[in-house]
């Protein structure tokens, strides 16, 4: 679910500007797992841009503050959300913890890290949602570490079926700021993709696993 429209529109616009998401439907990406993809998400490079980087901290600021006004603590899925987290954190006063995706085969052996006491209520924050997998890991973590997890809160979601079917089915609310279907919105409002080539990225979202094979 996402924030609200304007936000989702919004932040598509941005992050398309400074090309965190880039669109090549005529030129695909090939992903870790072998998938072709028209689009490629990197949302870190938000961080490099203080103004945007602020307007995505805030929008996540004020959501959480109007639903989830008991949360203790802020926990960022490592790598990409970490820094995210730590400023919403700081924005709102509370802790700050992170949680690898597995734990550490050295020292402590650590899947979490930093300090988190038991029972106490977290918000988790993930940069992207894909396939799911790795953002439901880090909630297990936690939970197995005995966090009450309140929910997730992402930058950007694909939207593909079978992350929302994991969510549904570990009864994880999630909400992000934008999501696929707004960035076709905007993306094609502004003339950065043709027809065609949303015709194209559309077909990719609903099989990705087998799209351009």
């Known amino acids: 679910m996402i924030c609200n429209k304007d936000t989702a529109k919004k932040t598509a616009k941005l992050l398309l500007q400074i090309q965190a998401i880039k669109l090549q439907a005529n030129d695909p990406f090939t992903w870790a797992s072998g998938w072709k993809s028209p689009i490629y998400c990197d949302n870190r490079i938000s961080l490099s841009y203080p103004e945007i980087r602020d307007f995505l901290k805030n929008e996540f600021v ?3 503050k109007a639903n989830y006004a008991d949360v ?3 926990a960022g899925v490592a790598t990409g959300a970490i820094a995210m987290g730590v400023l919403i954190a700081e924005a709102l006063h509370i802790p700050f913890v992170y949680v690898r995706p597995e734990p550490k085969k050295h020292g402590r052996q650590n899947q979490i890290e ?10 988790v924050i993930e940069d992207l949602i894909s396939t799911g997998k790795s953002s439901i890991n880090a909630v297990k973590a936690l939970q197995q570490a005995g966090a009450n997890v309140l929910g997730m809160y992402a930058i950007f979601t694909y939207d593909f079926p079978q992350a929302k079917a994991l969510f549904e089915a570990e009864k994880i609310n999630l909400k992000t700021l934008s999501s696929y279907e707004y ?3 905007q993306a094609s409002e502004s003339g950065a993709i ?14 990705p696993s087998k799209w351009g094979i």
Do not use: C, Y
């Open 62 to 64: 004020s959501d959480i």
């Open 72 to 74: 203790e603590v802020i």
């Open 114 to 123: 930093g300090f988190l006491a038991p029972q106490k209520k977290v918000l």
């Open 183 to 185: 960035l076709l919105i």
């Open 194 to 207: 043709s027809e065609l080539e949303a015709a194209l990225l559309t077909s990719w979202r609903e099989n």
